[in-house]
C-alpha cells in the first residue's frame, strides 16, 4: 500500500515539476524545478527496483547536469541583484521544498524495503533474473534503439539551441584566424641578435 501510494506520490511531483520548469518564469527557478523532477523520478524508479537508474538521476543529473544548466542560466543576462533581495522571502518556500525532498527519500527507502509497486508479469522485470545494468542495456540497443537514438538527437538539438542562445557577438571581441596563424613563419615572431655584453636586456 504504501508503495502504490509513494509511486503516485512521485508521479504527480514529477509531472508538476516538470510543467513549472516549462512555465517559470525565471531561470533559476526552472533549473531548480528541474532538480526536483529529478529526485522524483529516482524515486520512480527505486519504486521499481531499478536502484541504478535512480542512483544515476541523483548523482549524474542532479550533481553534473543541473549544475551545467546552471553554469548556462548564470550566462545569460540575469538581474541576480533582484533575486537576492528575495532570498529571505522565499527562505521559508525553500526550506519547505527542501522538507519534502527529505521526506519523499524516507518514503522511497521505506517503500523499497516494503516491496515492489508493480506487479510481476505487468512490466515488472522478473527477480533474481538479470542485473539491472544488463536489462536495461539490452532493451536500449535492440528493442527502444530507434526511440534512444532520437533523444541523443533530441538533444543534440537542446544543445546547439543552448550555443545560440548564449552566444554573443561584441564589437571588440578579436576573433582567431586560423589561416594567418597558420601562414606565420618563425622570423616574424622571433629575432635572433647578438648583443655585446651588458646591453642584452632593454627595459
Excluded at 509511486?7 to 526536483?36: C, D, E, K, M, Q
Excluded at 538527437?153 to 550555443?163: E, K, N
Aim: net charge positive.
Amino acid at each position: 500500500m504504501i508503495a502504490l501510494l509513494a509511486f503516485y506520490l512521485f508521479a504527480t511531483l514529477t509531472i508538476g515539476s516538470a510543467v513549472l520548469v516549462i512555465f517559470a518564469r525565471n531561470p533559476v527557478h526552472s533549473v531548480l524545478w528541474l532538480i526536483v523532477g529529478f529526485f522524483n523520478a529516482a524515486g520512480l524508479m527505486l519504486l521499481t527496483g531499478a536502484e541504478f537508474i535512480a542512483m544515476l538521476l541523483v548523482i549524474v543529473y542532479v550533481g553534473a547536469v543541473a549544475v551545467l544548466f546552471l553554469f548556462v542560466v548564470m550566462m545569460l543576462d540575469i538581474d541576480f541583484a533582484s533575486l537576492r533581495s528575495g532570498f529571505n522571502r522565499n527562505l521559508p518556500f525553500g526550506l519547505l521544498i527542501a522538507l519534502v525532498l527529505l521526506s519523499e527519500i524516507v518514503i522511497a527507502i521505506g517503500a523499497h524495503q516494503a516491496g515492489p509497486a508493480l506487479a510481476r508479469g505487468n512490466g515488472a522485470p522478473p527477480a533474481n533474473a538479470v542485473p539491472n545494468i544488463e536489462a536495461l542495456g539490452n532493451l536500449l540497443y535492440t528493442r527502444y534503439l530507434p526511440i534512444f537514438e532520437l533523444a541523443g538527437f533530441v538533444l543534440l538539438v537542446a544543445m546547439i539551441g543552448a550555443i545560440v542562445l548564449t552566444h554573443r557577438s561584441r564589437g571588440d571581441s578579436r576573433g582567431q584566424n586560423a589561416s594567418r596563424q597558420i601562414a606565420r613563419r618563425p622570423e616574424d615572431a622571433v629575432r635572433i641578435a647578438k648583443p655585446a655584453v651588458g646591453e642584452g636586456m632593454t627595459l
